[in-house]
């Protein structure tokens, strides 16, 4: 159950209220995001709801049975849009694409994506300058520095920036610099990161886990939404199955079943869904058909040079191709 609070509720309301749901036996959690002030149920038992809606400071009292509570559509019907500024949206018809190499490697490297994104009139660059990497001795990325370089030619040109943020520490310094902070499919589960990045007002994308379920997901998004910050967008990367002839299987039954349950915009990566470069022009239009919110995509101008993931990197000529033939399916859909 979620109790929605006036934003004018007062100490007394607040201390019947919790009087009321503690006689009740009601476990009950305070919530404040920055739209709001929300009480979080989670009754042992059935329980009686005018008990609670005739009391003073609530608006809306929403019976919500399932496990995730602020993220569940059950509660708001109305699916969340997530406004990353300059008319840049993401969620409830509003589409973008986000794409940019897999790491920042120079300035060069930078001016070159952001010429190849404005060509095609997209609005989003990613770039890692922080990479989780599976061998430690792999590039690592470019870190504070990159991110300067990366937010100077983007700033001047319009052009919002997603880069992954792999832990608390960093985000203060990031801040200035970041439009959307991206949570790694390998730190889907660090809580700690999670509540830290619902300490702030920037959206954030989390990233499915490498074998995480789609229940485990909700759960990371909750426990954004918990700490304050509603921005949040899901995406589907691939996760790990028994078949080896990819790098990940993109399961793009997520995104039908993310919106049922959610309220939250769902986007794909398919670069890191398939990991095969000459497959991912295919499998982003499916994602595209699967009713996706925006796509995340890695491209360079010379992949097979790319400093991390080139293998799965499709280059500025294909991309062009490819946000045409989006737009197009996008008109018939
Ligand atoms: C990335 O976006 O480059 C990345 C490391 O993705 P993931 O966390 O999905 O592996
Ligand atoms: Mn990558």
Known sequence: M???????????????????????????????????????????????????GHLDGIVDVHRVSG????VSHKWKIDRSIIDIGDDVKMGDGHFELMAGPCSIESEEQIINTVECLKNNGVRIMRGGVYKPRTSPYSFRGLGMDGLKLFYKTCSENGIKIITEVMEAGQIEAMMPYVDIFQVGARNA?????????????????????????IDELLFSAEYIFKNGNEKIILCERGIRTFETSYRNTLDLNAIP?????????????????????????QMTLAAVASGCDGILIEIHKTPNSA?????????????????????KMREIL
């Open 257 to 281: 079943i993310l919106k049922e349950k959610s309220h939250l915009p769902v986007i794909v990566d398919p670069s890191h869904g398939i990991g095969i470069r000459k497959h991912v022009y």
């Open 189 to 213: 589960q660090n809580f700690n990161l999670l509540e830290a990045l619902g300490e702030v007002d920037k959206p954030v994308l989390i990233k499915r886990g490498i074998s995480g379920s």
């Open 2 to 52: 979620i109790i929605q609070l006036k934003e004018e509720i007062t100490q007394k309301e607040l201390k019947s209220l919790n009087e009321v749901l503690d006689e009740m036996n009601i476990d009950h959690y305070p919530v404040r995001t920055q739209n709001g002030q929300y009480q979080i149920c989670t009754p042992k038992a059935e329980f009686d709801i005018r008990n609670i």
């Open 307 to 327: 400093a991390t993931d080139g293998q799965q990197t499709i280059d500025f000529k294909e991309f062009s191709r490819l946000t045409e033939k989006i737009k």
């Open 67 to 70: 496990k995730h509570k602020m």
